[in-house]
């Protein structure tokens, strides 16, 4: 069964330090997403990606998020410049459809940890 | 004002009972609501998604929905001790097109 990969699992940076996350979405799938989940908080929206644009972003995604798909396989979510309350669970997500939730994969996630 | 809003338990129901779990949302016209399972450590996996008012069945799972009163609830037949986990209410406001999801809701079953 496809799935949505990420690497790393786990991410130990120092504060002010850049990190690149990595997500490859299942193949055929159009729309990328990234979400966030500080621990014991809920799950928020980041970004939406289609068609090698942002197509929606929250008012947590400011100017120390990009996101890119540099390949026709990785979408990378990078944080220029780390703070401590950078330090969550960062989902990605893929969708052949926009908000096609009932096939919205999720990837396993990776855990940032920011020093 | 929270746009999703769960009760985070814990709930706890004995193997074999009826868990119930509600969430509300700020948005009067919001048009898709989802319930997700998160067991710990683990990423979101959807349960259900419910557009309509009424109810939609799906195996043991059951999703409420009354746009009248802002309210989407989940029911759980025949809980078994792997339901436990943390179930996330999502709804797609119509403000805009954000996923807005709420704080999840702990449930256990015990043996």
Known sequence: EPEVTQTPSHQVTQMGQEVIL????????LYFYWYRQILGQKVEFLVSFYNNEISEKSE?????????????????LKIR???LEDSAMYFCASSPNQWGVET??????TRLLVL | QK???????????????IASLN???SDRV???????RQYSGKSP????????????????????????????????????????ATYLCAVILNTGNQFYFGTGTSLTVIP
């Open chain 2, 45 to 84: 996996e959807l349960i259900m998604s419910i557009y309509s008012n009424g109810d939609k069945e799906d195996g043991r799972f059951t999703a409420q929905l009354n746009k009248a009163s802002q309210y989407v609830s989940l029911l759980i037949r025949d809980s078994q001790p792997s339901d436990s």
């Open chain 2, 3 to 17: 746009e999703v809003e769960q009760n985070s338990g814990p709930l706890s129901v004995p193997e074999g009972a």
């Open chain 2, 30 to 36: 919001s048009q898709s609501f989802f319930w997700y």
């Open chain 1, 104 to 109: 919205q994969y999720f990837g396993p996630g």
């Open chain 1, 81 to 83: 410049s780390t703070k």
């Open chain 2, 23 to 25: 969430c509300t949302y």
């Open chain 1, 22 to 29: 990595r997500c490859v979405p299942i193949s055929n799938h």
């Open chain 1, 60 to 76: 947590i995604f400011d100017d120390q998020f990009s996101v890119e798909r540099p390949d026709g396989s990785n979408f990378t």
